[in-house]
């Protein structure tokens, strides 16, 4: 019996370990959190957790010839499924940063942080794209003792859209869950500061990290990376449980939402607004207002990479008059004056995902 018992949990730790594979950084192995999967017809199957482990029982079940990695701080990395899948341990290369001249200045007398970056969102319907749209937008975000609040001015944007996924989830869904693609705003704190005043949260130092925890669970974590940048990693819900939300006829699944921000300097503790360089936001869903459809998912994800930084004065926030909002929604065609699109390598801006690249121009059409 004891031989028996033996040999079962044996074969119990070796299937898995087999279960799971490690996301490092190519350098320094450090374990990523928040390594998002792709498949090649552009659907999240899955992540990385806080420990940077893929568990491949979580992953949703597709057929794919090619899988995508990616993250906020590190390169795309394309690898064939069925190596993927006998993988222990993949490790991700860091992406390069421009960072802009360091300058010595007196934050103190400076009002507004200006972020003037490139935006990206992508977002599919029943297992296709839907929308596909980016641009530059500029952040007004007030700092030291202003109590003013962030606003945003849009310069340009492109939008690629999926006539059938629209026409589908008008029929399915009816108008009232037709949300347009819409451009958000940036908080005046950074994420660290912001999970403060989550009822529940708690920061704790341990080592050379903080951990973001709620009701003892672990959710997120703020720490340094191998690029000498904080990074900050934070699961909105806790792992691996699916929250419900209901009003009226209609019905939410939410099983995933995480944010991630990264900052200029080592800072973890207490990184600033100001230093923000990139943040990403993903959501894993479904949806339900008819019986008969069922649950029919809905995943989104934000993107948003700072290419200039400047500061400005209360006197000179008015003297420019930005044409700034809280929020905006996108007029369904494209408005831009120049191929913004063409000079992301020279600010270190990861490119569209290939197997989202490789829908344009055939299910995701240019809107003009």
Known sequence: ????????????????????????????????????????????????????????DSLQA?????????????????IPYAEFLKAKVIRMQARSVALEEVTVMDREKYDYVVLK????????????????YDGIVSYYIPINKNKGKSKMELHQYRLFSNAEANQELKDTQGSLM??????GNIQSKSLLEAIEGVKGAKLK?????????NEGLAMGYSQVGADGNTQVFYNVFPPGKKVHVSFFRIKFDVYKSTRSESYQGNNYT????????????????????????????????????????????KAE????????????FLEEKSKYTEEFWKDLDRFGIPPVIKSVASKIGNELKLAN
């Open 117 to 132: 970056g490139y935006f990206r969102n992508y977002e599919t319907f029943n297992n296709r794209p839907r929308y596909l």
């Open 178 to 183: 037709y949300f347009k693609p819409s451009i």
């Open 317 to 328: 926030y008015k003297a420019l008059k930005p044409n700034d909002k809280r929020w905006q």
């Open 1 to 56: 019996m004891r031989i028996a018992i033996f040999l079962f949990t044996l074969l119990f730790s070796i299937s898995s370990l087999q279960a799971q594979i490690q996301v490092v950084d190519s350098l320094s192995n450090t374990r990523i959190a928040g390594a998002n999967v792709y498949t090649d017809s552009g659907l999240l199957i899955g992540s990385s957790d806080l420990n940077g482990e893929i568990h491949l």
């Open 62 to 78: 597709v057929k794919a010839s090619t899988i995508t990695l990616n993250h906020i701080s590190y390169q795309n990395l394309d």
């Open 205 to 213: 130092n341990s080592g050379n990290r903080t951990v973001i925890e």
């Open 270 to 313: 207490n990184p600033s607004i100001m230093d923000l360089i990139s943040r990403v936001s993903t959501v894993s869903a479904s949806i339900k207002r008819q019986k008969e459809h069922g649950y029919m998912p809905r995943d989104y994800s934000t993107e948003f990479y700072v290419m200039e930084r400047s500061f400005l004065t």
